[in-house]
């Protein structure tokens, strides 16, 4: 199990470009939550194997968590294909997250970029 820690957008692009699926932890080390989070965390990272599980330090990593718009920790953002797909303030329970995961793989991907493009296109019409 690897689970890699993100420093700043290089090293995320670098994650995104090589890994469909990834899962960013966002915590700091002053945070109860967030040290609960950790094995439950560590747990899905053992289990899905085919996903790639990262950690960003808030204290060390502020221009990251600026750029996701994380305003609690911990947050959990899932990105699949360069897109993100979740949100998710809060510790998740071990039964949460892995219901978090199996929709993020789950997802048709095709048919969300379809809407998508569909959203963009009703958005530039209204302008």
Known sequence: MTIHTLTDETGLNQV???????LIDFWAPWCP??????????????????????RVNTE?????????????IPT???????IMIASQPGSL??????????????LDMDELRREMASAAEEGDQRS
């Open 16 to 22: 995104l470009d090589e890994h469909d699926i990834v």
């Open 33 to 54: 939550p967030c040290k609960e989070f950790v094995p439950v965390f560590e747990a899905a990272a053992e289990h899905h194997p085919d996903m790639t599980f990262c």
């Open 60 to 72: 060390e990593a502020s221009g990251l968590a600026q750029a996701f718009e994380v305003v609690s």
């Open 76 to 82: 959990l953002i899932a990105i699949r294909e360069r």
């Open 93 to 106: 329970p071990e039964p949460v997250l892995e219901d978090l995961i199996a929709k993020v793989k789950g």
